[in-house]
């Protein structure tokens, strides 16, 4: 699985500089991705900052319940403080991602502690779960050299192109409305499990259901890229 992880990811890899030089611009950076441009009803929900201790079990509660493998990109430090969670997301098949270790802004470091960040996170990941193809930078922050230094460890960027803003306690109505109002085809989605108490888990299911019903598929981030289509 992780072999065919690293064949895609460099097969994705030519196919994005096709397309960059064919279409001149696919992505408001060619090594960032925010969405991806396809005609298939897909789209990934993702989870940012866990494992925490009370939500993410929830999470995964109402992810058993509708049976959907989603990508989790997953803080060093709490993966650290309870790995046991990490790795009951692990045998429930979701894809593990990494964003990074503190939580702190990884445009505001030096090349050395950027890539501390990155490395303490994959050492506390790769205890438990297979190592991560996928980082998303705190806080969306990034510039030059993060980007680089995710590259040399073999991490593609992905940011989001939806952001309901779970983790300022909206309403689950909110959250809800937030994602289904706003989806299309390649949307990714950005939801949070690493506060307590979050409208998350709540609004998870909800938007699963809504997802479904206007004839979507929920899929990992890795799986999304799979639908990447180049046009001219
Ligand atoms: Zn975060």
């Not at 989870?47 to 060093?76: C, N, S, W």
């Amino acid at each position: 699985m992780r072999r065919g992880g690293l064949l895609f990811a460099s097969v994705f890899g030519i196919m994005l500089s096709a397309a960059v030089m064919v279409q001149g611009v696919v992505m408001e950076n060619n090594k960032v991705i925010k969405k991806v441009p396809t005609t298939h009803k897909v789209v990934a929900l993702t989870i940012d900052d866990g494992p925490h201790y009370k939500t993410t079990p929830q999470v995964l509660a109402v992810l058993r319940e509708k049976k959907v493998k989603l990508t989790l990109f997953i803080l060093g430090q709490n993966a650290a403080a309870h790995p046991e969670i990490l790795a009951e997301a692990v045998a429930d098949g979701h894809e593990i991602a990494t964003h990074a270790y503190s939580h702190n802004l990884l445009n505001k470091m030096d090349k050395k502690a950027i890539g501390e960040e990155f490395d303490k996170a994959e050492k506390v990941i790769t205890a438990v779960a297979p190592k991560p193809i996928l980082f998303r930078p705190p806080g969306g922050a990034y510039n030059e050299t993060v980007l680089a230094e995710a590259q040399v460890r073999g991490y593609t960027t992905i940011l989001w192109s939806i952001d309901p803003g779970d983790w300022r306690r909206p309403s689950v109505s909110h959250v809800v409305d937030g994602v289904v109002n706003q989806v299309e085809p390649g949307s990714i989605v950005l939801l949070h499990d690493g506060q307590y108490p979050l409208p998350t888990p709540e609004a998870l299911g909800i938007i699963i259901d809504k997802l479904r019903e206007q004839g979507y598929s929920i899929v990992t981030v890795s799986e999304l890229l799979q639908y990447y289509e180049v046009r001219n």
